[in-house]
């Protein structure tokens, strides 16, 4: 057997198994699909399209798309979010700052905001890396509503084998 070169092995794959307990990658190769069947109706003129759904971990990553204006939900999180704006804008009530194509938000735990899209933003889509819950409330953070990983995944469940893709299709996204 040759010796290997350092720039042969720069291109040379592991070479050894990884554990076998591990989960499976998620390759999602039209993150903003073109079939409109994909994404779930969350409400009206809103809509999520799931990534990866960590029922183990309890986190989702998803696109969030809202063709509306007006306040979408108010939420806390015990957890952190991380968000980055694909397209259009949105702020929170609760900030100055406006996010827009491109930026990047951190939402640290605890903090309770108002979801906003202004008035002449056609469409809005936002990734976003949820951990833990959305707690919705009212102003005063009266409990209202809450979703999580498992919720997403009986929206998505339910919804995909309305439109006939399959209960099932789902589960490419659950690790």
């Known amino acids: 057997m040759q010796p290997i070169t ?13 554990p076998k307990e591990a989960p499976l990658e998620i390759v999602v190769n039209s993150a903003i699909p ?29 696109l969030l798309r809202v063709r509306k204006s007006g306040v979408l ?8 979010v991380h968000g980055m704006v694909l397209k259009g804008r949105w702020r929170y009530l609760e900030h100055n700052w406006i996010a827009e194509q491109g930026s990047y938000v951190f939402e640290p735990p ?6 906003y899209v202004p008035e002449d933003v056609e469409e809005m889509i936002t990734y976003f890396h949820i951990t833990g819950v959305m707690y919705y409330c009212d102003p005063f ?4 509503g809450y979703e999580d990983v498992f919720t997403k995944l009986e929206m998505c469940k339910a919804h995909y084998e309305k439109v006939g893709l399959g209960a099932d299709f789902v589960q490419q996204f659950v690790r």
């Open 73 to 80: 939900s108010r939420h806390r999180h015990p957890a952190p």
């Open 110 to 115: 605890g903090e309770t905001h108002t979801l």
């Open 34 to 62: 073109e079939d409109e069947k994909v994404w779930v109706p969350q409400a009206e003129n809103v809509w999520f399209r799931p990534l990866c759904l960590n029922v183990s971990q309890g986190y989702w990553t998803n």
């Open 141 to 144: 953070g009266k409990f209202e």
């Open 6 to 18: 350092p720039e042969a092995s720069k291109m040379m794959p592991y070479q050894y198994p990884n």
